[in-house]
């Protein structure tokens, strides 16, 4: 039995947790996520304000997270820690605190990708068989990546501006909604009408499936300036929910025609997974399509520490591991892993 520390400090999440790969099952044996309150109080994330948040909270959660799993930090095998990509200041904290702690327990470290830790999350829930189609939606990203094995993935599609998760923010924003503005249309929309007008779908007639929600955030933002008194923020909440629901959908279409050998299934992860609405479109698209759709648990969509640590049992278990200095990536691509 392996049993893993993961630490993700990447944004303004600060997380520990451990994971095990027990013969029973793996089991997050504790899994511990302070959420900062200053992205809402100014409209999104800081990174300065971030990266201090991270020293103020970090060794408390480690604290926490090995009272919760009922252990000694010398049961540990080894120490996962997220090293891009992602805010500096952040990374940094994250990376020196993990560093530290190797040394003190002498016990091996890794270094970790952010995307891959989303990439194999429905490993560690759902025991997924390679290779898989994978749709990561967050703040930050939003590709379409063929999971072949650890290690091994196929960009087959990205943004070429924004992402979906900044998209909803950025438009719940110019509404004066509350940060983060994802889940706030999600909501609203609820009451709203879908089908009040319509917004354009992004790079509907263009081959390929990468993604664009620039445009859309700009007519958006002119669609609401001109006719917010003609309807609901509810209304303009559902349409632009339906539209990027429909962006995703239709380059999903495009991205499953990519696919030349078969796959078990279409893992849909990061923070815009838990869009219960997107996911329920999904479902139908999937079904209608022959194909199995696996969504990890809402609380492992959004940042956590014990996908961090799941990925550090899948390269631990294969007799990977860092040198001690290793750097810190803000930018650092799925694809150059190996």
Not at 283 to 307: E, R, W
């Amino acid at each position: 039995m392996i049993r893993i520390l993961g630490i993700e400090t990447s944004c303004d999440e600060t997380a520990v947790a451990i994971v095990s790969n027990a013969t029973a099952g793996h089991r997050i044996l504790s899994n511990v996520v302070t959420s900062h309150l200053e992205p809402k109080d100014y409209g999104g994330v800081v990174p300065e304000i971030a990266a201090r948040s991270h020293l103020k909270h970090l060794k408390q959660c480690y604290i926490k997270a090995i009272a919760d799993a009922k252990i000694s930090p010398h049961d540990i095998d080894a120490i996962a820690v997220t090293s891009g990509p992602g805010l500096a200041g952040g990374l940094l904290v994250g990376m020196n605190f993990a560093k530290g702690l190797a040394v003190a327990l002498d016990k091996p470290i890794l270094a970790i990708n952010h995307l891959e830790a989303h990439a194999l999350t429905a490993r560690l829930t759902h025991d997924a068989a390679f290779p898989y189609l994978l749709l990561l939606a967050s703040g930050g990203h939003t590709q379409f990546i063929l999971v072949k094995d650890i290690g091994s993935y196929s960009l087959l599609g990205d943004t070429l501006d924004d992402s979906a998760g900044e998209c909803f923010d950025k438009c719940a924003k110019m509404m004066d909604l509350p940060y983060p503005g994802g889940p706030q249309i999600e909501t609203l929309a609820l009451q709203g009408n879908e089908d009040a007008f319509s917004l354009p779908i992004p790079l509907l007639n263009q081959p390929g499936c990468n993604f664009s929600f620039s445009g859309l955030k700009t007519a958006f933002k002119e669609m609401y300036a001109s006719q917010q008194d003609q309807f609901d923020k509810s209304d303009f909440a559902a349409c632009l929910q339906k539209t990027i629901t429909k962006h995703l959908l239709h380059k999903l279409n495009k991205a499953i025609k990519m696919v030349d050998s078969p796959i078990s299934s279409i893992v849909f992860s990061g923070g815009v997974a838990a869009n219960q609405y997107i996911r329920s479109a999904l479902d139908i698209f999937v079904s209608q399509a022959g194909s199995k759709a696996i969504y990890p648990p809402i609380h492992l969509c959004t940042d956590n520490a014990a996908m961090i640590a799941w990925v550090g049992i899948e390269r631990f278990s294969r007799h990977k591991k860092s040198h001690l200095d290793f750097k810190c990536q803000p930018r650092w691509p799925l694809a150059e892993l190996n």
